[in-house]
Nanobody, 122 residues
Framework: QVQLVESGGGLVQAGGSLRLSCAAS????????MGWYRQHPGKQRELVAT???????NYADSVKGRFTISRDNGKNMVYLQMNSLKPEDTAVYYC????????????????WGQGTQVTVSS
């Protein structure tokens, strides 16, 4: 009942910046939590950053001070500003929506986008 589409990935040199966007669509009352996760080849998907509807944020230690997550509740969008990129940031980045509340009052959990590739060259 919720679709997520990521955009903004690409190839950049170390030290560069990218801004990822994720748009959520569907008949939604509120998305209580949105976030970004990433997956390196052969590795488990890992949390990058999350943000709740009241603006509380959480970051992985590896990206603190470099990445900033934000959201537009009215548009049901979430963003990830990525600065000072390093080769180890290379991964597929996925958008997540959790505790999605519908107008009926019921909830949905664990929605994922298709992912967008970020490649950082050295």
């Amino acid at each position: 009942q919720v679709q997520l589409v990521e955009s903004g990935g690409g190839l950049v040199q170390a030290g560069g910046s990218l801004r990822l966007s994720c748009a959520a669509s569907g008949i939604i009352f509120r998305i209580n939590a949105m976030g970004w996760y990433r997956q390196h080849p052969g590795k488990q998907r890992e949390l990058v950053a999350t943000i709740t509807s009241d603006g509380s944020t959480n970051y992985a230690d590896s990206v603190k001070g470099r990445f900033t997550i934000s959201r537009d509740n009215g548009k049901n969008m979430v963003y990830l500003q990525m600065n000072s990129l390093k080769p180890e940031d290379t991964a597929v980045y996925y958008c997540n929506a959790d505790r999605v509340q519908y107008y009926s009052g019921s909830y949905g959990f664990g929605f994922w986008g298709q992912g967008t590739q970020v490649t950082v060259s050295s």
